[in-house]
């Protein structure tokens, strides 16, 4: 990790969960970490914590869903901070909607699923790709997708929507590697990590009945979960390999998972 040392990382989705666990770990390595998130009170909180470590918290509220927020968190980046070289695309969001569900608020629920999971991470890896060349040293960029995005398998969740934009994750990244290949630019490495559940705030948001008060569900072993922690292990893996080694797809998951 000693060639990151001092250099700057963008975690999206930094106030909670993978996001979080990935930052506190960065910063302990000496990285310093743009934290991008809608919660400013959480970042703001991350940041007080990690105040005595080696690498530092840039809190930056940013909504990823909303292009204009993006806009405005990056002109923030560029006056303050100047460039990037560690990029993980970690924002994401799952709701238990089906694609024909007559329920008023599907249609939004959709909207948002796909612009957060999708088109967000294509617009910060815009504006990021441009920091990063126009410092002309090495970068790496991590899209987290997941399990789900790599079979069409029915999902007994109804996470249609978001299995569908996981599977977008995964054919996206190859995008933007063949882009870098073809434009003959090969500092920059592009990877995609797929892990299976994690316990995180997704499930409490999406509607998920598996953090019950005993979380007997998932003691049950219906869905092993994760800790954000192993995910951002899996990262800090990625991030220790040479410039000239790109692990292009890794799949994580939790000892006995089904899917």
């Known amino acids: ?13 930094a106030s909670s969960g993978i996001g979080n666990a990935l930052t506190h770990d960065l910063v302990k390595h000496g990285i310093n970490v743009v934290a991008l998130a809608r919660r400013m009170d959480r970042l703001e909180t991350l940041k007080e914590q ?12 940013c909504d990823v869903s909303d292009k204009a927020s993006i806009d ?7 006056r303050e901070v100047g460039t ?42 815009r504006k990021s790709y441009r920091l990063m060349r126009q410092n002309g040293e090495h970068g790496i ?21 978001y299995r569908s934009t996981k599977h977008a994750v995964r054919a996206v990244s190859d995008s933007m590697r063949h882009e870098l290949v073809k434009l ?3 500092k920059i490495r592009v990877c995609e990590i797929s892990p299976g559940a ?16 005993d979380k007997s569900f998932v003691k049950s072993g219906i869905i092993p979960m994760l800790k954000s922690e ?30």
Do not use: C
């Open 72 to 78: 405005a968190a990056f002109e923030q980046i560029e």
């Open 198 to 213: 994690v316990e995180t705030e997704i499930f409490e948001t999406g509607g998920w009945k598996v953090r019950n008060s």
């Open 141 to 161: 960029i991590i899209n987290i997708g997941s399990v789900v995005g790599h079979s069409s398998m029915y999902s007994p969740h109804s996470t249609n929507v």
């Open 1 to 13: 990790m000693e060639k990151w040392e001092g250099k700057t990382a963008i975690v999206t989705g």
């Open 184 to 186: 003959n630019y090969l």
């Open 50 to 61: 990690l105040k005595n470590e080696k690498g530092k918290v840039i809190p930056i509220k």
């Open 84 to 125: 990037v070289h560690i990029l993980v695309n970690n924002a994401g969001v799952a709701q238990l909607k089906m694609i024909f569900s007559e329920d008023e608020s599907t249609e939004q629920t959709i909207i948002n699923t796909i612009n957060t999971n999708l088109v967000g991470l294509v617009l910060v890896t």
């Open 230 to 259: 192993d995910v951002s292990r899996t990262i800090l893996f990625m991030l220790e390999l040479p410039y000239d080694v790109n692990v292009t797809e890794m799949i994580v998951k939790p000892v006995g998972e089904k899917f």
